[in-house]
């Protein structure tokens, strides 16, 4: 399995070595990724933010635990060009939901025609919005308290602590929260005079958030170090 148009955004992650992350995208995940997942990977490298796709080998995981736990209702913070969401649809039945929120239709439309294309267009609610005011709607509604088997949370950092209190109430006990960038390139465990500015204000709060689900009694975690962090809470009260 070569690497091809979709290298470029290829980015060492945290392991910190192009080496070993082609070692394990070329012998473990891309040839086993999905035809449709790889074709929205070549169209989002064209794209200037194709930094913010979620990494394949993370995908591969989530679609592992989608499986696991028999996912049929799924929500997602954060589509951008619909890497997680394909994935996620790809790995649900065909009677399953995924609610995907974003308040970027533009480039969840890049990603649109290869998910139709992939005939799982039927499963995506996709809501134009920022995320809070969706789940603050959906709590509003009794009978979705605890319905949820699964959600997926990649957007801005700064709100991870408000978008887990909620979904905590949404999911079901049993059923998981997975968290992306939780170790922030790094920068976690760097001290701040050390980190570029723009990383700034998200790391303390991704550093808020880590310590606070760490305590967390409602949830059980693993921070796995796949792509860019990968916390998965598994609700448990
Ligand atoms: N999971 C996506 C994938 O696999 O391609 C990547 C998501 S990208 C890292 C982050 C996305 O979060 C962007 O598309 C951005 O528009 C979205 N976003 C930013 N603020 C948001 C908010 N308040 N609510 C929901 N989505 C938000
Ligand atoms: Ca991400």
Redesign the pocket.
Known sequence: MEFTTAEPFLHKGLLQSFELTKYILKTNVYPREPSPLKELREV?AKHP?NF???TPDS?QLMGMLLKLINAKKTI??????????L?TALSIPHDAMIIA????KE??EI?LPIIQKAGVEHKINFIE????PVLDKLLQNLNNEGSFDFA?V???KE?YLNYHERLLKLVKVGGLIVF??TLWGGTVAQPEEAVSEDRKESRRSIIEFNNSVSIDQRIEIALTPSGDGLTICRRIR
């Open positions: 989002t933010g913010m796709s979620t995908g997602e913070i954060g589509v951008y060009t619909g890497y997680s969401l994935l929120i974003d308040p970027n480039t969840y990603g919005s920022q995320a809070l997926f990649d957007a801005d709100n992306d960038n």
